[in-house]
């Protein structure tokens, strides 16, 4: 059935339940997915511990995502990363937790997790090995797909190392990240001579097949696991992403700190049109908390994540985390705009500021952007520069307003400013002004 799903737009238990229809085996139909429709929420132990894990830590994350609100928040997930396994091999063809890590087994943690009201997430790899080197999944997606469903797994990060030469793609894609390009961004055969021909069809490429596999195994689990495919934005994902996993990654791993944030918002903000409901580009687990972000370079951080509608996993030790940043966390006006159910489409820049409109540019990205919910329009001003200053919402550039009044609300302060025909703030450097521009006001 890979062929058959390959590239078919359509989510992949819809083919699995098609596939087992059309084999006539008497198996459970799968009802369509029932979890992806929007972004994950949740908490990844990678960022903070890197391969230094065991059942504690999920367990006091777990804990702390109770208590703190998060969950409240919406915050659902706890998602281990790798190094979860027993390094050397698999043990009788399956993949072993390591027991002295997790001594109650993945499944045990599972119950656990699951009792709190919580879900779990695991990893793995679509190579030879994990990125850290522990037993992966190329050529045992069923295998490894049915452990994860047994084990209660709700959730899979599927990485994308130690690919063998014979599962290599044909072509590169033109991935700023992975190859050389031009002015703006753009690629060329002239600097990268194996690059895809223009028109390639990459749901038929190697990478395609790769992750295309374990999503069928996952199809046919009758417990219900998302597909997180961490490809970095390779083989072209945002044009067959969405018929394979709920979310893709966009880019190269991210790092705490400012360039890196935004770096990965001009990346982003190019790949914009695959993104809607039941696929999103995933810019990457958050810092908050982490490294050397001043406060403003976290909040432009976390709106602009929350407002690409990227996935929001948290990749810090929640103990350690400074009440600012929970709160940040659980900011319920850009969560509104991340979780939406009305409209599925992100904010997208509607002015770049600094630079000229659509140039591509990794120290100062677009600036301005907009867009809608069900609450209204969510209007973003960074400051990509080193020193304040003063910036200008215009509602008459942006997309879906006119020249008049608009209730206006501040999304950091939830203060209500009234009836604005425009609105101004100086923005610090690298800090973002985001408000919620509602209704049209009367009697104006
Ligand atoms: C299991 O985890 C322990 C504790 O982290 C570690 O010392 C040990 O090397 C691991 N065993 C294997 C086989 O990976
Ligand atoms: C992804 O596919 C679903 C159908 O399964 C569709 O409703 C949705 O609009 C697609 N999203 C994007 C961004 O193409
Ligand atoms: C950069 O590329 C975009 C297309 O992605 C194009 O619309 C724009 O004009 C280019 N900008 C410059 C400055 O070349
Ligand atoms: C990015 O934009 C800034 C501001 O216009 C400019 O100074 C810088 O040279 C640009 N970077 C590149 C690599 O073009
Ligand atoms: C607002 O934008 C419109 C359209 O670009 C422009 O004509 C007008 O001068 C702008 N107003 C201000 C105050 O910048």
């Known amino acids: 059935m890979g062929s058959l799903s390959v590239g078919s737009g359509v989510k992949p238990s819809i083919w699995a339940g098609l ?52 969950l409240d928040a919406g915050y659902q997930y706890v998602n281990i990363d790798d190094c979860w396994s027993l390094k050397d091999g698999r043990v009788d063809g399956h993949i072993a937790p390591n027991t002295t890590r997790f001594p109650d087994g993945i499944d045990g943690l599972a119950q656990k997790v699951h009792g709190m009201g919580l879900k779990l997430g695991i990893y793995s790899t679509a190579g030879t090995a994990t990125c850290a080197g522990y037993p992966a999944s190329l050529g045992y997606e069923d295998v490894d797909a049915t452990d994860f469903a047994n084990w209660g797994v709700d959730y899979l ?18 991935n700023p990240d992975f190859v050389k390009t031009g002015a703006n961004g753009t690629c060329s055969t002239a ?26 195994a996952l199809a046919k689990q009758s417990h219900e696991i998302v597909l997180s495919m961490c490809i970095w934005g390779q083989a072209d994902v945002f044009s067959w992403g969405n018929s394979t996993g709920i979310s893709w990654r966009m ?16 990346l982003n903000s190019f790949k914009l049109n695959s993104v809607g409901f039941w696929g999103h580009n995933d810019a990457d687990m958050l810092e908050v908390g982490n490294g050397n972000l001043t406060p403003a370079e976290t909040r432009t951080h976390f709106a602009l994540w929350a407002a690409m509608k990227s996935p929001l996993l948290i990749g810090t030790d929640l103990a350690q985390l400074s009440q600012d940043n929970i709160n940040l966390l659980k900011n319920k006006h850009l969560l509104a705009f991340n979780q939406d159910s009305v409209y599925g489409s992100p904010a997208t ?9 659509w140039t591509f540019n990794y120290t100062n990205p677009a600036e301005f952007w907009a867009g809608p919910s069900a609450k209204g329009h969510l209007v973003l001003m960074m400051n990509t520069l080193d020193h304040t200053v003063t910036k200008e919402a215009n509602w008459s550039e942006i997309p879906g307003l006119s020249a008049g009044h608009y209730e206006v609300r501040d999304v950091w302060t ?15 450097s690298h800090d973002t002004a985001v408000i919620l521009v509602g209704k049209r006001c009367r009697n104006y």
């Not at 059309?22 to 198996?27: E, I, M, P, Q, V």
């Not at 880019?251 to 001009?266: F, G, L, Q």
């Open 349 to 357: 820049p509607y002015k770049w500021g600094v630079n000229p409109d």
């Open 157 to 174: 990060k599927y990485d994308n190392c130690n690919v063998p030469t014979d599962w290599q793609d044909q072509y590169l894609a033109c």
């Open 251 to 266: 880019s190269n791993d991210i790092s705490p700190e400012w360039s890196s944030v935004a770096h990965i918002i001009n």
């Open 19 to 70: 596939a087992l229809i059309l084999s006539g085996a008497n198996a459970i139909v799968m009802p369509r997915g029932s979890t992806g429709k929007v972004p994950s929420l949740g908490w990844n132990s990678w960022n903070a511990y890197h391969c230094d894990i065991d059942e504690s830590k999920f367990l006091s994350a777990a804990e702390l995502i109770v208590s703190s609100g998060l």
């Open 414 to 428: 939830d203060k209500n400013l009234g009836c604005l025909s425009s609105y101004k703030a100086a923005v610090a």
């Open 191 to 216: 600097l990268e001579p194996t690059l895809a021909p223009p028109g390639y069809d990459w749901s038929t490429s190697k990478s395609a097949e790769r992750f295309g596999a374990m999503r069928d």
